[in-house]
């Protein structure tokens, strides 16, 4: 199209007007592609960790590595179901040098089961089966998802890894299980992110990367002996 | 050019500007072929995951960044070369943009029950655009610049 007006025309204030409209549209673009996949929108604001890691926090991987991966989650977001098994490989293929941290960002505006959710894994964990149910939750997240009887399955799940069904009950009723979800939620909400997943790496909130290689190269670039052998990216 | 089609040429040319980045944002979203993020604000992920976000495996956000585009660039022509029969193009285009966002907000609050406030924008940057357009081909009707016909009438009655 540029080429064409310049034929017609061939005045400079026209070259000049046609060349920052083309360089504008191409700012836009690469604008938008790098404001994509900031996890939620959360980008302008803080991009630290609020809350620092604690002992009240559920780990796993190499909870003694100096690397931390700390997500920010909602059982029922489909985004965070997306990240779970890159997660998961994660902790398979790096676990020995970083240690994970999940903690409880429940969006109940738009998700009606998240909380319940989010209490049924921290119920669980009163019975030292967090992980099995944060599993279970990611795994089986369409067949709960948008069932009114979202409950009654996490509770037939929580028996089915051998859980005690009443005291799961009544441990998810309760009132500490309630505090510790809306203390992982307003740590969230101190720290600025209003979306899941959002991810700190080492306490700096990192963009949900686009794949599981560029999320593997991104912890290995924290771990010390990586980067001394080149393998940064 | 009549001031006053210079005026809305320009409003057309910012408008469609804002609908082109918020389009592009979540076309570049759809192509980044990451599940988008869950956000109390936005509430995107259901709308843009649905089966109406593509047509034929084009994401409708695309076809809207090209439509915003396309009004954008005919603004710039019409404010450049001085052509106003581009505007009237643009007058005539807005209302394809306008049924496309009455469409999409149907979608939204009755099919996939689940509101995005990017495609809430859009609707609003659409219905902006076309409210503008009904006032350039009325001008056109009531000046009569290129004579009377029937396509005149039936959109800008």
Redesign the interface.
């Known amino acids: 199209?540029k080429t064409i007006?310049l034929k017609r025309?061939g005045g400079a204030a026209?070259v000049a007007?046609?060349t920052g409209?083309f360089a504008l549209?191409i700012l836009?673009?690469w604008?938008?592609?790098s404001?994509?996949?900031s996890?939620?929108?959360g980008k302008g604001g803080a991009t630290l960790l609020a809350d620092p890691v604690s002992v009240g926090d559920w780990k796993k991987g190499n909870v003694e590595a100096k690397v931390e991966l700390l997500e920010y989650g909602?059982y029922q977001?489909?985004?965070?179901?997306?990240?779970y098994p890159m997660v998961e490989k994660l902790i398979k293929d790096l676990g020995d040098k970083f240690s994970f941290v999940y903690r409880q960002f429940p969006?109940r505006?738009?998700?009606k089961n998240a909380e319940a959710a989010a209490e049924a894994a921290e119920a669980a964990g009163k019975q030292n089966k967090f992980w099995e149910m944060h599993d279970w939750l990611y795994k089986n997240q369409e067949l709960w998802a948008e069932t009114s009887n979202a409950k009654e399955r996490f509770a037939d799940a929580a028996a089915s890894f051998g859980l005690d069904r009443a005291q799961f009950e009544k441990d998810r009723n309760a009132r500490e299980i309630a505090a510790k979800v809306q203390k992982d939620f307003d740590g969230g909400v101190k720290a600025g992110i209003?979306?899941?997943?959002?991810f700190y790496l080492n306490g700096e909130k990192i963009q949900?990367p686009?794949s599981y290689d560029e999320f593997k190269n991104l912890i290995l670039s924290k771990v010390p002996s990586a980067t001394a052998n080149g393998t940064k990216p | 050019m009549a001031l006053n089609h210079k005026r809305l040429a320009i409003t057309f040319l910012i408008i469609s500007?804002l609908g082109?980045?918020d389009a592009?944002?979540l076309a570049?979203?759809h192509y980044?072929?990451?599940?988008?993020?869950?956000?109390?604000?936005?509430?995107c992920?259901?709308v843009t995951?649905s089966r109406y976000a593509t047509i034929f495996g084009v994401p409708v956000a695309l076809l809207g960044s090209i439509y915003y585009?396309t009004i954008?660039?005919l603004s710039?022509l019409v404010l450049?070369?001085k052509k106003e029969r581009f505007l009237f193009w643009v007058g005539y285009l807005s209302g394809i943009g306008f049924l496309a966002a009455l469409w999409f907000l149907f979608l939204q609050v009755l099919v996939i029950r689940?509101i995005c406030l990017y495609c809430v924008f859009s609707a609003l940057t659409s219905t902006t655009l076309f409210v503008l357009g009904i006032l350039v081909l009325k001008s056109k009707r009531d000046s009569g610049l290129d004579g009377p016909s029937t396509t005149n009438r039936i959109l800008a009655p």
């Not at chain 1, 209003?194 to 959002?198: A, E, I, K, L, M």
């Open positions: 199209m007006i025309n026209s007007i046609w409209i549209v836009s673009i604008a938008m592609a404001y994509s996949g996890g939620g929108g909602d977001c489909p985004a965070c179901g997306a990240y969006l505006e738009i998700h209003n979306g899941t997943p959002s949900n686009a | 500007f082109f980045l592009t944002y570049v979203e980044r072929g990451v599940t988008p993020p869950c956000t109390i604000v936005a509430g992920e259901k995951t585009l954008f660039l710039v450049e070369r689940a």
